[in-house]
């Protein structure tokens, strides 16, 4: 997979876990049979057989129970027993960040914490754009990896829609497919 898609899906996954999907996107995830086939053929089958204001609220619903209420996808939460979100640059994904030369505004976004997954996709697309592979494999180690596959395991049972049951599978699936063709590219490249 070269560098354009996979920047693609990284945009995509950023924009899954950033808020709810409002109209437009519902739609043109229905015109896009073939995403929706590869995120899942429940999702597939789940968009085929229901209409767009019933899928918007059901998503919107299931989003917000998921990411919202139960539970918030931002790793200093998930990981860290205190419940706190880790500001400024004692968050070790801020660090990283910082180390990196990718600087957040946090006052542009709507997420507050600069380890929530959005941001953290957004930074994997941002490495895709630049062809930093050596950075992307070591924040898929060191961060991504660590937490997401348990987390969305954990977020997936709890899950009311056939999508972002099949989200989960096919986030946890792409991020170890991502990750081993970072390692199989070589140090060189690398």
């Known amino acids: 997979m070269d560098n354009k898609a996979r920047a693609f899906v990284y945009a995509f996954l950023s924009r899954l876990f950033e808020k709810e999907l409002g109209t437009k996107e519902i739609e043109e995830l ?11 053929e429940a999702s ?3 968009f085929a057989a229901t209409d767009t204001a019933t899928l918007q609220e059901a998503l919107n619903i299931d989003y917000h129970s998921l990411f919202s209420v139960n539970s918030q996808p931002i790793k200093s939460i998930v990981v860290d027993a205190t419940g706190e979100i880790l500001v400024g640059l004692q968050n070790p994904v801020m660090y990283f960040y910082f180390e990196n030369g990718y600087e957040i505004d946090m006052n542009r976004t709507e997420i507050l914490a600069p380890d929530h997954l959005a941001i953290e996709f957004g930074f994997m697309q941002n490495l895709a754009f630049r062809d930093e592979k050596r950075t992307a494999l070591r924040f898929l180690r060191e961060h991504l990896l660590a937490w997401v596959p348990p987390y969305l395991c954990a977020i997936q049972e709890m899950a009311q829609t056939p999508f972002y049951r099949d989200v989960c599978d096919f986030t946890i699936e792409y991020l170890f497919r991502d990750f081993a063709l970072l390692q199989e590219v070589g140090d060189d490249a690398v």
Do not use: V
Request: no cysteine.
């Open 44 to 46: 597939r089958e789940y």
């Open 30 to 40: 229905r015109k896009n049979r073939d995403l929706l086939a590869t995120i899942g």
